[in-house]
């Protein structure tokens, strides 16, 4: 497997609040994490940027190998785990009060992929050459959008399109979406925030990562296009691909 990650902070925020990480195990085992902060400079870079830390650190952690079932309970347990920690920096810190952070994780061996997530952050898989998102995402607009409220078209200019239903750090509790799908050689995962998905539809979204070009021009190009687009958020991109060589492209 190989995987490459980029962030931007785009053409209009003055901060950047997205984080992310690819990190490898010494099995070559893969987890890949993007997370998208909120509560403004300072409090929504260090509500994602605790989200990232705290799973590498489990992550760095662990010796054995992952099976599907321990994968959904080994990021349901992480994830959790930040929820608490970041909630519990932010009640203790009024100055960060009520930030949080949308989250997707994801175990990624040669079988299958775990994905895990919160909010609005989205996973896709390339799979026979069919292009598929693997998240629904925690967001008032997607409910109304499944309750035949919304069409998908309103849905895209709707004036509360940011609002979330579910964010890491902004309560006690909070539940996770987790899947796992199997996947073989040539096939190609994407992790992204919505700075991206806003600006970039699924069509080009798939026609850059089918292309033949190296991953790192593959992530490159996604933040390119949408920054062209407006780049009005933060962009973020992780981006890994099942092949016979492994490792992270710089």
């Known amino acids: ?3 490459v990650t980029l962030t931007d902070r785009g053409q209009v925020r003055a901060y950047n609040e997205d ?8 099995l070559g085992e893969y987890l890949v994490i993007v997370a998208d902060g909120m509560g403004g400079h300072k409090a929504g870079d260090i509500a994602s940027s605790m989200a990232v830390e705290c799973l590498q650190t489990n992550w760095k952690k662990e010796k054995a190998g992952f099976r599907p079932g321990r994968a959904e309970a080994w990021l349901l347990h992480t994830i959790k785990e ?17 930030m949080g952070t949308t989250l997707v994780a994801a175990i990624c061996t040669e079988e299958f992929i775990t994905i895990a997530h919160v909010g609005d952050s989205r996973a896709y898989l390339i799979q026979d050459g069919e292009f598929n998102q693997k998240t629904s995402d925690h967001s008032l607009v997607n409910e109304l959008v499944k309750s035949g ?9 709707h004036p509360r399109k940011h609002v979330l239903l579910r964010a890491l750090g902004t309560e006690e509790k909070v539940k996770v979406d987790i899947h796992t799908f199997e ?26 990562l089918s ?8 992530a490159t190009k996604l933040v390119l296009l949408a920054n062209e687009a407006g780049g ?6 992780a981006v890994i691909e099942h092949s016979m060589s492994s490792g992270s492209e710089s």
């Open 1 to 3: 497997m190989q995987a």
């Open 19 to 26: 984080s992310t990480s690819a990190i490898q195990n010494n």
């Open 82 to 98: 930040a929820n608490a920690t970041i909630l519990s920096y932010s009640n203790d810190n009024t100055e960060y009060a009520g």
């Open 149 to 157: 409220q919304l069409s998908e078209e309103e849905a895209e200019d």
């Open 183 to 208: 996947w073989t050689e040539g096939e190609v995962a994407l992790f992204c925030t919505d700075g991206l998905t806003n600006k970039l539809t699924d069509e080009t979204l798939k026609e850059i």
């Open 211 to 218: 292309s033949g070009i190296s991953l790192k021009e593959k």
């Open 232 to 237: 009005e958020d933060n962009i973020t991109v």
